[in-house]
Structures are given as C-alpha cells and as structure tokens.
C-alpha cells in the first residue's frame, strides 16, 4: 500500500488557511461590546487578517496541488 506524502509547501499553505479559519472563529468567540462611554469594541482586525490568510492558504494549496498531479508527484 502506498502512503500518500504531502509537500512541505502544501502543509505550509494548509497551515496558513487553517490560521485564517482560526482568525474567524476568535473574532466570532472574541465578540464585540460597547464600553461606558458607547465606543463599540471589536476585534476588527481578525476580519481583513482572517480573509487574506484563507484566500492565500486555499489559492496556494490548490496550485501546490494541481502542479504535484501535473508532475505526477501525487501517483
């Protein structure tokens, strides 16, 4: 039986998706409030980060993966 190895570039851009999903998930955990004086307090900056890292994980393990099935690397 052959086991299937992934590249180390396709696990880094697992990673970095994964780290995207992750920057969803605390902004939903995380939450927002409104202190004393009325100033909404969120952590917006999980919205811009989360999505650049999904995008940039998903574009890149689908290219790190269509260039191993090219190369044959993955039969």
């Not at 970095?16 to 307090?41: E, F, K």
């Not at 969120?42 to 989360?50: N, Q, S, V």
């Not at 995008?55 to 690397?73: E, H, K, P, S």
């Amino acid at each position: 039986m052959h086991r299937l190895t992934l590249p180390r570039t396709m696990l880094l851009f697992l990673a970095i998706g994964l780290a995207g999903l992750a920057c969803a998930l605390l902004y939903s955990a995380i939450g927002a409030t409104v202190d004393d004086q009325g100033i909404l307090r969120e952590p917006f900056f999980l919205i811009p980060l989360g999505f650049a890292l999904t995008i940039l994980g998903a574009a890149g393990t689908l290219t790190t993966g269509l260039i191993g099935l090219a190369r044959g690397a993955f039969a």
